[in-house]
């Protein structure tokens, strides 16, 4: 019996004969033959021809297949010609195992046995970690970072003071200070969540900080560009002011090039640091973009408005 896996029914296999040639090359122990015409197949052929092989060679026949085939032929099969399967294969010496595995395989098999997986550790544990019960724990883990976020907050006022007699003469441009600071703060936090779980699930992320960076750093000018525009329309609805519309657009697009840049290069900094990235990077980058845009936008009101 074989299991369809698109219809879920099983198909009977008692009438059908196996291709000669198949049969033939394994009776002579043509395994490179028998290996080359499996090749050349498709998962269903090759299962029905697996199950209505002699008992004695279907193990055998089965790795044979090329492994990029050989999962969707494994779910083919019945459930007790599967169990077989299991069995030889715990039946085999590691020797025999690892000297039929290519080199690029062998590769993948050291990395999954010695790699760290997080998924793998005990949930009581990771619970623990990352959500300890003592809540003294928890405000003794948060306070510092929390402390020196409100350090750079304060700098983010002391910026828009500096730059008071630029809002004096311009009242319309504090409108849209809300606007900036959020939809900056937004993007850095979107590209520092997603590098932070690249840098818990994915060994290969942890090693490329310059692709990462770069691969932001052209998101950070697609999305900008983009949401650019989109604050263009909305300001000239409000304001109907192109020279405003303009200077809201141009401080949103640069503003998100950084969000993305600093929200992808941090988790990398307190990883190296020693650092928990996951506590700190997307608040620290919200905080930076809201300190450079703040920056950004009052001084291309300068330079538009010639203040």
Known sequence: MLHDQDSSTQIEIGALSISPPLLALLEEDKIHQATDLLANQEPPEIARQIAALPSQLQSQTFYLIPRSQAIAVYQLLDSSLQQQLQEFFQNQSETNIVNNLSLEERKQLFQFLYTPNIDAEDPENQESNYFPSNPFAVTRRRIGWLFVLLITNTITAAVIESQEDVLQKVVVLAIFIPLLLASGGNVSIQAATVVVRGLHSDVSTQKRLLPVLGREAIAGILLGAMLGIIVIGEALLLQNDSTI????????????????????????????????????????????????????????????LHI
């Open 245 to 304: 519309a303009l200077i809201v657009g141009f401080s949103l697009f640069t503003i998100s090039i950084i969000g993305t840049i600093s929200g992808a290069i941090l988790p990398f900094l307190f990883q190296f640091l020693g650092f928990d990235p996951a506590l700190m990077s997307a608040p620290l980058s919200a905080t930076i973009v809201d300190v450079l845009g703040i920056l950004i936008y009052l001084y291309t009101a300068r330079i538009f």
